[in-house]
């Protein structure tokens, strides 16, 4: 049995039994874009499912559906129009393009750090050429991986193509916060697409142009990142590779709050709940670790990240992004839309404090505001001090935005006694790549025996795309009509099932093993005549063993099987 693969090999057998297909084949496909077909629209799905068993119900977070085009406004904000970007380098000879990184990655850990000038020497000091044509490569330069568009017809608004689904999330976090009764901490999940423009996808599905997004943010007390669950996961084991150059590790998830190498409870139980997550979608524990982002290499958002990265035949591959985004997104809408996006934090009793305030100068502002002068000041100590921009505060009216300066009011110190105060929340956020995920659970699921020739997908059953596969030993006296009654019983949407009557038996469960379906049952003459009337026979993929059960009670055994219920106890 040879379980090593080569990527296209599976990629091969995704094609032909409609997992994927190249987007647009029929005019030469486009690099980087891939099309779900039928059994692979339903294991992405059942994945999105099991993803959402775990946040929305185990965990009670709330789920949304945002935009996928934004104006441009809200990456300014977000930090994407301008950190958002890989370095490319083109050929002097053949103009193709190339990821600068990639092309140098056999000689450093982490190229994806280095500075243009320092892939330019390395360029040169490795005498590496273009991949298409050998010839010799230009200056390295940034490149914005956002799709630009605009809004509307004849519209000079632009926006982009959403490279994430997050900021969906904290442009809604006021509505989302007062839906959660103003309470934190309060976790959202978003799945959908995303868009990256990417240099040169080379890698199959590990690297789309247009790809799937499963995310969440939780959104949290920055003075309390303790977690009600944790102490579930305490003493489980987790395999990490700090980001202190050390090797891999593997201890208790409390031990990794102990020794400071996970910064707080909150992302170490998140990163905990991504391992149980890829380990229940049957990645290999042995092929899967979490590997803490270098410094230098954090997202411009990130206060840390850990990357639950899975080996392939293509090496480690990240497929899920874990992240402290401090309060990183939240302030920076806060700025650029002039409105404050905080949480009101109840003291357990009022405290008596100094605080600086906003006093408005009614004396300025009656003359020059006159009948409005009276909401301009209510509105102007409703603000805090921190709102005030070099030495302006900005005011939203009813008829435009009013910049008023010192002239109308000053920041005086005041004691009083406070109820609680306001804070930006932080954010935990697990990313998780469908589609990387997808790839990664079909190939730990495959397995090959080179002798026989013959290909099993051994799929976890409730992700698998066909649940059972149904036959009649022959498709005449009636057995046909047994089976297809019973099809028509046992299919739905929670147990598809899948009717198959022509070729041996022998084909047909092959086809259904190639495919990861983990049950077949079939129909035979015992079925209608003799002592075993009224049963059928029911096979497991993973073992080809073999039992007979009562036709009648077919459902009720598959319902427990995809619940987790033992073969060998039937």
Sequence with gaps: MNNEINSNDLLSLCRRRGFVWPSFELYGGVAGMFDYGPLGSNMRNNIVEVWRDIYRGREGFIEIDSETVNPREIFKASGHVDEFADLVTYC???????????????????????????????????????????GKLGPVEEFNLMFKTTIGRGSSRGGYLRPETAQGIFVNYLNLYRYNREKLPLGVIQTGRGYRNEISPRQGMIRMREFNMMEVELFVDPDDKSWSRFHEVENDLITLVPNTGTEAVTMTVGETVKKGIIANKVLAYFVYTTQQFLIRLGIDPKRLRFRQHLRD??????????????????????????????????????????????????????????????????KALGPRF?????????????????????????????????????????????????SGERVVPHVIEPSHGLDR?????????????????????????????????????MEKDGLDTLALDMYKKVHSPSMEAYYDGSGTIGKRYARMDEIGTPWCITVDYESIEGPSKGTVTIRDRDTTAQKRIQADSVQEILRSLLSGGRFDDL
């Design 370 to 418: 006159k009948d409005k002068a009276k909401s301009i000041a209510e509105m102007m100590e409703a603000k805090h001090p921190s709102d005030i921009r070099d030495g302006k505060l900005v005011l939203k009216l009813e008829d435009g935005e009013v910049i008023l300066d010192s002239e109308f009011f000053e920041v005086v110190k005041v004691r009083e006694k406070i």
């Design 297 to 362: 290499e954090m997202a411009h958002y990130a206060m840390d990240c850990w990357d639950a990265e899975v080996l392939l035949s293509l090496g480690w591959i990240e497929v899920t992004g874990i992240a402290d985004r401090g309060c990183w997104d939240l302030s920076r809408h806060a700025e650029f839309s002039g409105t404050e996006l905080t949480h009101f934090k109840k003291f357990d009793e009022p405290e008596e404090r100094e605080t600086d305030k906003v006093k408005a100068k009614h």
């Design 92 to 134: 002097t000879k053949c103009e193709a393009a190339s990821r600068a990184d990639h092309l140098v990655k056999e000689f450093f850990d982490n190229p994806d750090v280095l500075s243009p000038k320092e892939l330019d020497d390395a360029f040169v000091k490795f005498n590496v050429k273009c991949p298409e044509c050998g």
């Design 437 to 473: 995920i997808f790839y990664s659970v079909l190939e730990h699921a495959y397995t090959h025996d080179e002798k026989e020739d013959y290909t099993v997908l051994k799929l976890a059953p409730e992700i698998a795309p066909i649940k059972v596969g149904i036959f009649p030993l």
